[in-house]
């Protein structure tokens, strides 16, 4: 079985203007790329234990993402992160993330973005991703 680690990953993200930009310099840290399906317990009469039921509906969680910050005009996290999603339709933009096992891409919006400069340090960011659509694997 093949291992992976970070130097095998690429990750892009549309900007505000729906480009495609390669942010894979500027993270240093990103939650999760998770799919989950939506249970319900359910207990028929003469069950001794409740068990999970899938009611057929996924989702993708909330991606935190971080790293150094950078404002370079065309490809650093401050064009890419630095406007807030303020609609779904307007602002959905696409998140792709390439590792050596296969590339999960998904729909989100951009709900925070913070730049956190640090006294002796150099300057760092986090963003807040909420999917709006159910993560693929290919």
């Known amino acids: 079985m093949a291992k992976y680690g970070s130097g095998s990953c690429v990750i892009t993200m549309d900007d505000s203007g729906g480009t495609p930009r390669t942010i894979t310099p500027y993270v240093n840290t990103?939650?999760?790329?998770?799919?989950?399906?939506?249970?319900?317990?359910?207990?028929?009469?003469?069950?001794?234990?409740?068990?999970?039921?899938?009611?057929?509906?996924?989702?993708?969680?909330?991606?935190?993402?971080?790293?150094?910050?950078?404002?370079?005009?065309t490809s650093g996290p401050h064009v890419v992160f630095g406007t807030i999603s303020s609609t779904v339709a307007a602002s959905s933009r696409t998140l792709a993330v390439v590792t050596g096992g296969g590339t999960y891409t998904v729909e989100c919006l951009v709900t925070g973005y913070e730049v956190m400069p640090k006294n002796g340090a150099l300057t760092e960011y986090a963003a807040t991703l909420q999917t709006t659509a159910v993560g693929v694997w290919s």
């Open 30 to 73: 990103i939650g999760g790329l998770k799919i989950e399906t939506i249970t319900q317990e359910i207990n028929p009469f003469g069950g001794t234990a409740e068990k999970p039921n899938s009611v057929g509906v996924y989702k993708s969680q909330t991606i935190a993402i971080s790293g150094m910050f950078d404002d370079t005009a």
